[in-house]
């Protein structure tokens, strides 16, 4: 089952991260995989692991 997130609303998941100030980061995916876990997937076409390095934090700090 999957789940093609919004952007810019309260009512979309959003996971937060920092660039110099707190700003909400909207996945672009949410998946249930078969075995129950949930996958948050976010494409990123064109950017690197600097450019998105802040929002690639954001993910790993909030579990």
Do not use: E, P
């Given at each position: 089952m999957w789940f093609k997130n919004g952007d810019r609303d309260t009512k979309f998941f959003t996971v937060p991260?920092?660039?110099?100030e707190k700003k909400p980061f909207y996945i672009d995916f949410?998946?249930?995989l078969k075995d129950g876990r949930i996958?948050?997937?976010?494409?990123?076409?064109?950017l690197t692991q600097k450019t998105a390095g802040p929002?690639?934090?954001g993910l790993f700090s909030h579990k």
């Open positions: 991260y920092s660039n110099g949410i998946v249930k996958g948050l997937f976010d494409t990123k076409s064109g929002k690639i934090d």
